[in-house]
């Protein structure tokens, strides 16, 4: 899965990628595991072969709340924490077993210096990910609770049932009595 993840950017040669993917080191994380825990530094980045994640944080009160679900062929990690160096302000947890590729901060640094393109491999990816900030906030600020579960449904069928009620509904911004009258509403 990771060669095909590279390849689809059209960046690289097969030469290139294999040196890449040889970077990246398996991880397997057992449910309920974390990536990375608040006040942590971030010093990797992993992609997801297999698994589901959550990216939350916890608020004053003791609540956490999700704001971000990651599934397989994603790349994760704290990157605020990654780009600053400095200590993460989120969690992020497995839902599920997974496996990982996971590559060290240092070993991006080489890459930069070796391959030209990754420079611009890089840029894409920070785009994607301001790309897919924006959608969360127009989506917290423009849709309905049902709307932004409909979303869910329809871009992720494969997984909706593995997300616990609990996170499901913080990710909404709901409680789970809200949720649960929702998924009775919506038929597919």
């Known amino acids: 899965m990771l060669p095909t993840f590279f390849d689809r950017f059209n960046l690289f040669t097969a030469a290139e990628i294999a ?3 040889a970077l990246f080191q398996p991880r397997h994380l057992t449910k309920h595991s974390f990536l990375i825990r608040e006040g942590d530094y971030c010093e990797e980045i992993a992609f997801v072969e297999s698994g589901l994640f959550r990216s939350f944080y916890t608020t004053d009160t003791g609540n956490e709340l999700t704001y971000c679900f990651r599934f397989p062929n994603d790349l994760i990690g704290a990157y605020s924490a990654f780009i600053t160096q400095g200590k993460s302000v989120e969690n992020i947890q497995a839902i599920e077993p997974a496996v990982l590729w996971v590559i060290q901060q240092k070993d991006l640094a080489l890459l930069a210096d070796q391959l030209p393109q990754w420079t611009v491999f890089l840029k894409v990816i920070a785009e994607q990910q301001y790309l897919e900030l924006e959608q969360r906030v127009m989506q917290l600020q423009r849709e309905t609770a049902q709307q932004r579960y409909k979303n ?8 909706i049932q593995s997300i616990p009620l ?11 009595r809200h949720l649960s009258r929702i998924r009775k509403e919506i038929t597919f």
Do not use: C, D, E, M
């Open 152 to 159: 869910l449904v329809l871009n992720h069928p494969n997984f």
């Open 19 to 21: 040196t890449i993917v």
């Open 166 to 176: 609990q996170y499901l509904a913080s990710y909404l911004g709901i409680t789970q």
